[in-house]
């Protein structure tokens, strides 16, 4: 495609975060500090409980939306708010941390695979010292469609070929679907124009014509253009996600993310003064 343009090409870089949960970090690092509205990517994989088992004990977030994909294994999450909720495989947290949240994320099993994805999505300035708020939503609520070629498509935000997800927002307009290949086949998929976009491979082999590139599992690709298309080897699950830019200044310190530098400052001393979480609960 004539207007298909490659941003980067990446591949996770071995980490750790919250109380020593292993991961890999896929946006966010120094060959890909952001994807304008996305700030993070990560997956965490590993049926080695001391792997994960720490988790995230309690931390704040403020000006950004937090979305967490699980694909096996269960989490809890719970905040200052008294909100409590499981996320189990196939499932979907979106929270939108807005003026603050302090929340944790601990695993729910003591042994057995947990795998996921945690990507960060910006705010605009108008939003970020919005009300916090939480979509939870169980494996049913993604709309699943198996396509003529067999492939499974789970809809998680925006629309994809006309199949709406349970996640719409305005400013950013993301979209993210989950795709699950058994076999060997092409895939297409339309995407607005102006976004920013990215595919990662969680699982198998892709080509990806336009680019001139095969993408290995642990592989992210990022990219601009209306239409992607995919070839995949095989076996293969692949998340495609796309977002409006925001074109506002990132400033980003930690669990913060915000425009100015000021409004960065303000955000640590609301957090150590306890103030963040009283205007949460004013929103």
């Known amino acids: 495609m004539a207007d298909f343009k490659v941003l980067k090409r990446a591949r996770g870089i071995p980490t750790s975060d919250g109380a020593g949960v292993r991961l890999n970090r896929v946006i966010g690092t120094t060959q890909l500090k952001n994807l304008d509205p996305f700030l993070m990517l990560d997956e965490f994989r590993s049926d080695r409980a001391d792997d994960y088992i720490a988790g995230f ?5 403020r000006g950004f939306e937090t979305i967490t994909y699980m694909l096996q294994g269960s989490m809890k999450h719970e905040d200052h708010l008294g909100n409590v909720g499981v996320l189990s495989g196939g499932g979907v947290q979106w929270m939108t941390a807005g003026a603050g949240i302090i929340h944790s994320e601990m695993p729910m099993q003591e ?7 945690q990507f ?3 705010l605009p300035a108008s939003e ?5 708020s939480y979509q ?3 494996p049913k609520e993604i709309p ?5 070629n067999g492939v499974l498509r789970r809809v998680v935000a925006g629309v994809s070929k006309g199949v709406p997800g349970p996640v719409q927002r305005e400013a950013t307009q993301p979209l993210m679907v989950d ?5 060997s086949t092409a895939l297409e998929h339309d995407l607005p124009a102006g976004h920013k976009s990215f595919i990662y491979v969680y699982e198998g082999n892709l080509d990806v014509p336009d680019a001139g590139v095969t993408l290995e599992q642990g592989e992210l690709l990022a990219f601009t253009g209306s239409l992607l298309r995919m070839n995949t ?3 293969a699950g692949v998340l495609l996600v796309s977002g409006k830019p925001l074109l506002e200044p990132i400033v980003q310190h930690g669990p913060f993310v915000m425009n100015t530098a000021q409004e960065i400052q303000q955000a640590i001393a609301d957090y150590q003064n306890g103030s963040l979480a009283k205007e949460a609960r004013r929103c």
Do not use: T, Y
């Open 57 to 61: 004990p309690p931390h704040p977030h």
């Open 111 to 117: 042994d057995g695979m947990l795998w996921g994805f």
């Open 120 to 122: 960060w999505l910006n």
């Open 128 to 132: 970020k010292m919005k009300a916090p």
């Open 136 to 138: 939870d939503l169980a």
């Open 144 to 148: 699943e469609v198996v396509d003529d």
């Open 179 to 183: 795709f699950r290949v058994s076999q």
């Open 233 to 235: 080897q095989g076996k």
